[in-house]
């Protein structure tokens, strides 16, 4: 490839117009001289020696300025844009909140079938016990024994535990807004959170069975008599 004078004289027309280039003309030509310099052959580098003296006369100062702005610029878009993406991540994770604080929220019209103040059948609690210990109901492979233990090894809950339910618990607090939860509440949240999982269905054998085994942890739990 010849090198093509035409191409360079307007090239240098427009650098000798200075500023009123736009600016990718300026930053596409400052490339351009150093891509010269390094790959293009003998005659070539005069023409760029050329040119580069003409850049400096004519407005090398521009020029670096104008790439200043323009680097300015794109770093400003990009600021924007971080930002943009910032807020829309800050409002899904709102949503994302309230959506999941109202799916561990007992709905309208629902009657639990277990108790929370009396003692439950013993099918029910054998059947808690079993899913307690199942890791297929998290997202994550954990199971409720990974965190709060088996066999009477109650550990993982504070001392709010020791109320009768609802109560107060600060991660329902923190995380649901919920001032208080119910045995079923907490079992929900416990499954959308830590568990990384799906909210039980609130009719589901599976729900009734770990809140009304949760109510005998806790009569463990504060050493009242239980049946587990
Ligand atoms: C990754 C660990 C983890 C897993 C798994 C987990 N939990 Fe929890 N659980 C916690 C934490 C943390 C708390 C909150 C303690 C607090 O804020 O008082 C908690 C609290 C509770 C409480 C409330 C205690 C109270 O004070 O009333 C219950 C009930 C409970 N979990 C049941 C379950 C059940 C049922 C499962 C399985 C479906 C489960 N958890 C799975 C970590 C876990």
Redesign the pocket.
Request: aromatic share 12%; net charge neutral.
């Given at each position: 490839m010849t090198y093509d004078n035409d191409k360079r004289r307007r090239l240098l027309s427009r650098l000798g117009r200075g500023l009123a280039g736009s600016v990718p003309i300026l930053a596409l030509a400052a490339g351009g001289v150093s891509l010269v310099n390094d790959e293009a052959p003998p005659e070539a580098r005069e023409g760029a020696w050329f040119l580069s003296s003409a850049h400096a006369e004519g407005g090398a100062e521009g020029g670096a300025e104008a790439q200043a702005e323009a680097e300015a610029e794109a770093e400003a878009e990009g600021e924007a844009e971080g930002e943009a993406e910032g807020e829309g991540e800050a409002e899904g994770e709102a949503e994302g909140e309230a959506a999941s604080a109202a799916a561990v929220r007992r709905p309208e019209g629902y009657a639990p079938a277990y108790s929370e103040s009396g003692a439950n059948p013993t099918e029910l609690l054998a059947r808690g016990e079993a899913l307690?210990n199942d890791t297929s109901?998290?997202g994550n492979g954990?199971a409720?024994a990974?965190?709060?233990g088996s066999d009477g090894n109650d550990i993982?809950?504070?001392d709010?535990?020791e109320q009768p339910f609802p109560?107060r618990?600060?991660?329902a607090e923190a995380q649901f807004g919920m001032p208080e939860v119910h045995?079923d509440e907490?079992?929900q949240i416990?499954?959308v959170a830590?568990?990384e999982a799906e909210p039980l269905a609130w009719d589901s054998e599976e729900l009734t069975s770990?809140a009304a085994y949760?109510v005998e942890v806790q009569r463990r739990f504060v050493g009242k008599p239980h049946d587990l």
């Open positions: 307690y109901l998290s954990l409720c990974s965190c709060h993982g809950y504070q709010t535990f109560h618990v600060a991660m045995a907490m079992v416990c499954m830590p568990m770990l949760m």
